[in-house]
């Protein structure tokens, strides 16, 4: 059976990161995407420019119109803007409880502008984290969650990744992207235990959007897998190959985006 999967999310009109990447990534990885927009944002491959949040109650609103008539597979969350809007989210979670919920805490965009509100972060930690079943930060998300400095060192991954499960997460995919090195290593704690994903680290600017992939894929994967492990592994191989094959797009003067049908064209 082909997987209903809903990403919940701001929208990039480039394509490359948002609610446009996530349908991408859903379709790659065998699901059928859906789509709940959070925030309308104006950014290219070179930066934000603007970003209109969609009210908190239109934001239910749609979620339940969508979740009377369908129900998902899995769920993959990723700008929410504000504290409102977070608290939207988490009470709909409650009422139709969803099965295999990711969130993709975006805080910051890879311009460096940042998406969601400094006073949300808390509201986002307490009310949301505790709801869902896997998180994907990258390391500033993660030290912004904690309130600690970022980490500099890939053998500290796991010990950060256990302090975030003890904020109430399930789950964690702690993203170790931004690190140095010949490998790009990431790690899964699940049951205060840590497994290491790594895979080619690729040298390119075309790196927009990755989070947004690397989540959506996982939400994909997951209804079609066994475990959260074997989800995780084959998203990371799959955003390792967009990313190899991202050079073969001509998108933008920025941070380009990923290939995300390189195995079709």
């Not at 995407?33 to 491959?45: D, F």
């Amino acid at each position: 059976m082909i997987p209903n999967v809903l990403s919940i999310a701001g929208t990039d009109p480039s394509g490359g990161a948002g609610i446009q990447a996530d349908l991408k990534a859903f379709s790659a990885n065998g699901a059928y995407g859906m789509a709940v927009v959070t925030a309308l944002v104006a950014q290219t491959t070179t930066g934000v420019r603007e970003v209109r949040e969609v009210p908190a109650g239109f934001v239910a609103t749609q979620l339940e119109t969508l979740l009377d008539d369908v129900r998902p597979d899995a769920v993959k969350i990723g700008m929410l803007g504000d504290a409102e809007v977070i608290l939207a989210v988490a009470s709909v979670l409650d009422r139709y409880a969803p099965p295999h919920v990711v969130l993709d805490p975006v805080m910051v965009a890879k311009s460096g502008d940042r998406l969601l509100a400094p006073r949300a972060v808390g509201v986002l930690r307490d009310e949301l984290l505790p709801r869902v079943d896997l998180i994907t930060p990258n390391l500033p998300e993660a030290a912004d969650l904690l309130g600690e400095p970022e980490l500099g060192a890939v053998g500290e991954l796991p010990d950060q990744a256990r302090r975030l499960t003890e904020l109430g997460a399930k789950r964690v995919l702690l993203k170790g992207g931004h690190l140095s090195g010949e490998a790009s290593a990431d790690v899964l704690v699940a049951d205060g235990e840590a497994e290491f994903l790594r895979d080619e680290r690729i040298s390119t600017t075309n790196d927009h959007g990755t989070g947004c992939t690397l989540s959506a894929a996982i939400a994909a994967l997951r209804p079609q897998r066994p475990d959260w492990s074997t989800a995780a592994h084959e998203a990371k191989r799959y955003l390792t190959a967009a990313l190899a094959a991202a050079s073969r797009l001509d998108v933008g003067r920025g941070h380009g985006p990923v290939h995300h049908f390189h195995t079709w064209w």
